[in-house]
């Protein structure tokens, strides 16, 4: 009896290790409303102006709803412009605006291009491109994350993506940031785990040989290494640091992104981030 009371117990403690390790079970309760506008026009018979917006925002008029809506707003705003007027526009008036906005500047920019180009290659087809997906990638039942991609051509030598998460409390709707998860006092540390995974992200051996592929001031340390301006993902397994197109690194590198494990994260978090993870 003793012996089986001893490993009941060697149980007990790894399996509250493992919960200790990631947040709570994944429950997808949040109701989900598509939203979706295409639009193709043709621009002087040969060239094409093309949008596409697939984003789910919640259905419901909950603090979630407004808060994830702006936050699509944002990413539109980012790369398209002309959002100000928009205000408390619900999602599905924010991508119908966003929409003829994109179409009036692939007009404009097209008949620029065109200018420009003169007579080098002017039967070439110009494909003015906008695409944006916006989708849930996790959930717990006191927090949701979104994983927004989007990918735009403007006629230069090629086109742009841009991957960005943004992990939303469900109390009160409020946009994660950096400054909401890691501690002030840790951050240095944290900074030092971003940098090691990403010696590993380009498969070098030191911190120095990592800073000749990126785009990085010289002074730059593991302790100083920058974090994207981008907000961070909480997922299934870790804290998702993800870096745009150029932000860190050329074009021909992609955009890194790594995970810090949940593991990683002990002792990291601030006292909000620990309510709401655990």
């Known amino acids: 009896m003793k012996h089986v009371s001893a490993l009941a117990l060697l149980l007990l403690l790894l399996t509250g290790s493992a919960r200790a390790a990631s947040p709570l079970a994944t429950k997808d309760t949040t109701a989900l409303e598509r939203i979706e506008t295409q639009d193709e026009k043709r621009i002087r018979q040969l060239h094409l102006a093309h949008f596409n917006l697939s984003a789910d925002v919640p259905a419901t008029d909950t603090v979630l709803r407004p808060a994830v809506t702006r936050w699509m707003e944002s990413q539109l705003d980012a790369q398209l412009g002309g959002g100000k007027d928009l205000q408390e526009a619900s999602a599905a008036k924010a991508a119908e605006h966003y929409e003829k906005q994109f179409i009036t500047n692939a007009r404009r920019d097209i008949k620029e291009l065109l200018k420009t180009r003169g007579k080098d290659a002017p039967d070439t087809r110009i494909t003015y491109t ?117 932000e860190i690194a050329p074009h021909a590198a992609g955009m890194p992104g790594v995970t810090i494990t949940y593991n990683q994260m002990k002792g990291l978090w601030t006292p909000y981030a620990i309510k709401i993870w655990r």
């Not at 916006?134 to 993506?161: C, K, N, P, S």
């Not at 030191?206 to 100083?224: G, N, P, Q, Y």
């Not at 907000?231 to 150029?246: K, N, S």
């Open 130 to 246: 906008y695409d944006l997906t916006l989708r849930r990638v996790y959930e717990t039942d006191r927090f949701v994350t979104f994983r927004a991609e989007a990918y735009t051509y403007t006629g230069g030598a090629h086109g742009m993506q841009y991957v960005t998460y943004g992990t939303f409390a469900k109390a009160d709707g409020r946009l994660l940031t950096w400054d909401d998860i890691i501690s002030p006092k840790r951050k240095t540390r944290f900074r030092g785990l971003v940098a090691d995974a990403l010696m590993d992200f380009f498969g070098v051996q030191s911190f120095s040989a990592m800073k000749e592929k990126l785009l990085v001031d010289a002074k730059c340390t593991r302790s100083t290494f920058p974090l994207p301006e981008g907000t961070p993902g909480l997922l299934a397994d870790g804290l998702h640091v993800q870096y745009a197109d150029y």
